[in-house]
T-cell receptor, first 109, second 112 residues
């Protein structure tokens, strides 16, 4: 059964304190892994797509990496405006796109 | 180029009523999805479609129905609304090997 599990569920950081969010997945034929950011009351905002193990992508303070079983979203020197819920999703070879439950990040000044 | 359009944005239903949530895309994407998101939770897949005439169940299909007669439209039908269906609903589209899945603005549904 296709499944996505994110950890931790919630994370509190001080401004400037780097950390990583984890996304573990089991899927029948990975066609892609997505990271999204979601602010309260808003829809998901696209961050990254990763397609194969070993792939890495960066955007400002964020860096996403992918292995055969999991993905990490590394946040370097976060700022309060990075506070949001971060969602991971995978696409299987049947076209099914499923999400994890999200990690809610709070960055305190 | 509107992208993904969802209507309505808000709706209040009484228990037992029915309604259709509309989702239309103009990006010619083959893959379309319906999700529900309860407070503090991730997105749960209700139904998805990989092309016109093809639909399949997701993680939480009970109480919902879909159809996909054209590439552009993927309506979600609630036949007998229940309080448990109070949620925010998102429609999304994807073209595999494209960079991202695109989302509609969401529909906030309350069943009372």
């Amino acid at each position: 059964e296709d499944q996505v599990t994110q950890s931790p569920e919630a994370l509190r950081l001080q401004e400037g304190e780097s950390s990583s969010l984890n996304c573990s997945y089991t899927v029948s034929g990975l066609r892609g892994l997505f990271w999204y950011r979601q602010d309260p009351g808003k829809g998901p905002e696209f961050l990254f797509t990763l397609y194969s193990a070993g792939e890495e992508k960066e955007k400002e303070r964020l860096k996403a990496t992918l292995t055969k079983k999991e993905s990490f979203l590394h946040i370097t020197a976060p700022k309060p405006e990075d506070s949001a819920t971060y969602l991971c999703a995978v696409v299987s070879n049947t076209g099914k796109l499923i999400f994890g439950q999200g990690t809610t990040l709070q960055v305190k000044p | 180029n509107a992208g993904v359009t969802q209507t309505p944005k808000f709706r209040i239903l009484k228990i037992g009523q029915s309604m259709t949530l509309q989702c239309t895309q103009d990006m010619n994407h083959n893959y379309m999805y319906w999700y529900r998101q309860d407070p503090g939770m991730g997105l749960k897949l209700i139904y998805y479609s990989v092309g016109a005439g093809i639909t399949d169940k997701g993680e939480v299909p009970n109480g919902y129905n879909v159809s996909r007669s054209t590439t552009e439209d993927f309506p979600l039908r609630l036949e007998l609304a229940a309080p448990s269906q109070t949620s925010v609903y998102f429609c999304a589209t994807l073209q595999l090997m494209n960079t991202e899945a695109f989302f509609g603005q969401g529909t906030r549904l309350t069943v009372v």
